[in-house]
Every structure is written in structure tokens, then in C-alpha cells.
Nanobody, 123 residues
């Protein structure tokens, strides 16, 4: 069982930045594709970004492309989401997710989820 713990959320003004972190308990972390999803009030959970286990290729939702960057540090069993130029519509609970091997942009691709961290962007 992989445990994921997110941190780094908070309140920020529009145009500001935040960096989310997700620490994984799994010692074979490097073999897991990691993803970030978010859920705004009254909306469905949506894909934000993912980074592959092999080669570290990344993929982003169009809504965050050019503003958010996903990265990973396999030595620290941690994945990051650097969020720049934040907008009020980025306000949501952000979830970290993991799957062994390859994963893509669907929630069903991921087997393990964190508890979420709140990001609030004020206008």
C-alpha cells in the first residue's frame, strides 16, 4: 500500500506562486507514474499534470500548460507541482496520485491517492 502525503497548499493572491509537494512511502517510488488532480467546489475532479516513471516525460492539462510544472525527486520519494501565475479559477483541493508503471490523465489510471491539500487563489 502506497501512502501519499501532500503539503504546500495555502492562500495566495492572483499572479502568485505556490509549490505543492507529495511524499510517497513506497521505496520503489521511481517505478511509479505520479499525477496531480484537482477538484473545485461543485465540480468534478480533473487532471492537472503527470510525470512518467520512465524517462520522466510530462503531460499537462491545457488549462495549466505554461504555468504549472511537475517534477520528481526519486531520491526523496517526492513529486512536486510548481504553480506560477495562479488564477482564481485554480482554486481547488489538489490531490496527488500514483500508479505502478505507466499512467496517463484519467483518474482510473491511478491506484493510490493522497488526502488533498487546499489551494485558494484570491482575486
Amino acid at each position: 500500500q502506497v501512502q501519499l502525503v501532500e503539503s504546500g497548499g495555502g492562500l495566495v493572491q492572483a499572479g502568485g506562486s505556490l509549490r505543492l509537494s507529495c511524499a510517497a512511502s513506497e521505496r520503489t517510488f521511481r517505478r511509479y507514474t505520479m499525477g496531480w488532480f484537482r477538484q473545485a467546489p461543485g465540480k468534478e475532479r480533473e487532471f492537472v499534470a503527470r510525470i512518467m516513471w520512465s524517462g520522466g516525460s510530462t503531460y499537462y492539462a491545457d488549462s495549466v500548460k505554461g504555468r504549472f510544472t511537475i517534477s520528481r525527486d526519486n531520491a526523496k520519494n517526492t513529486v512536486y507541482l510548481q504553480m506560477n501565475s495562479l488564477k482564481p479559477e485554480d482554486t481547488a483541493v489538489y490531490y496527488c496520485a500514483a500508479t505502478y508503471g505507466s499512467g496517463y490523465s484519467k483518474q482510473a489510471d491511478y491506484n493510490y491517492w493522497g488526502q488533498g491539500t487546499q489551494v485558494t487563489v484570491s482575486s
